[in-house]
T-cell receptor, first 114, second 110 residues
Framework: GAVVSQHPSWVICKSGTSVKIECRSL??????MFWYRQFPKQSLMLMAT?????????EQGVEKDKFLINHASLTLSTLTVTSAHPEDSSFYIC??????????FGPGTRLTVL | EDKVVQSPLSLVVHEGDTVTLNCSYE??????LLWYKQEKKAPTFLFML????IEKKSGRLSSILDKKELFSILNITATQTGDSAIYLC??????????FGTGTRLKVLA
């Protein structure tokens, strides 16, 4: 199956700093990538839909200025958590694929903000 | 509002048991339903269902969709401890968004 990678796997940062998470499709071109966050023992909550070459579409309640998404190529999307605070600590997962096809998930990035 | 509901929330069984996990949905312009297995990291794909009544099978796992009654089931026969995981159901809507259920946490005891 298709492979999606995320980098880093795990990051700890101080409150107020920004953190960038990369999501790459390794063996296919992803016209669409989705970004999710997952709190412990909860399901995946969609944050935004990222389309290559255009602005991301954010879900209600997700601050676009706080969670900056860039999808500059068909194999790379980035999520930047700006001025991170402890409440942003979560497991962030991306998925990629063609819009009507199965989505393949990255391994996730665990963010801890101190 | 689109929603996907899974039941039960949590399940504990012994090795060798058969389990049935349920997923019901109310989604505008349904396109497909997917099942994923999530262990400690990101979900891994199990099945994608688009047509009613056609069973998808992979080893001890099988799944079927009922588009009239708006639900799907995931069956696991002869369960093993390695089946312990969270099983997620997701529906692709007409706006091409994936709506996830809360998951069923399965624990298989040796």
């Amino acid at each position: 199956g298709a492979v999606v990678s995320q980098h880093p796997s795990w990051v700890i940062c101080k409150s107020g700093t920004s953190v960038k998470i990369e999501c790459r499709s390794l063996d296919f071109q992803a016209t669409t990538m989705f970004w999710y966050r997952q709190f412990p023992k909860q399901s995946l909550m969609l944050m935004a839909t990222s389309n290559e070459g255009s602005k991301a579409t954010y879900e209600q309640g997700v601050e676009k200025d706080k969670f900056l998404i860039n999808h500059a190529s068909l194999t790379l999307s980035t999520l930047t958590v700006t001025s991170a605070h402890p409440e942003d600590s979560s497991f962030y997962i991306c998925s990629g694929g063609q819009i009507t096809d199965t989505q393949y998930f990255g391994p996730g990035t665990r963010l801890t903000v101190l | 509002e689109d929603k996907v509901v899974q039941s039960p929330l949590s399940l504990v069984v012994h090795e060798g048991d058969t389990v049935t996990l349920n997923c019901s949905y109310e989604v505008t312009n349904f396109r497909s339903l997917l099942w994923y297995k999530q262990e400690k990291k990101a979900p891994t794909f199990l099945f994608m269902l688009t047509s009613s009544g056609i069973e998808k099978k992979s080893g001890r796992l099988s799944s079927i969709l009922d588009k009239k009654e708006l639900f799907s089931i995931l069956n696991i026969t002869a369960t093993q401890t390695g089946d312990s995981a969270i099983y997620l159901c997701a529906v692709l809507s007409g706006t091409y968004k994936y709506i996830f259920g809360t998951g069923t946490r399965l624990k298989v005891l040796a």
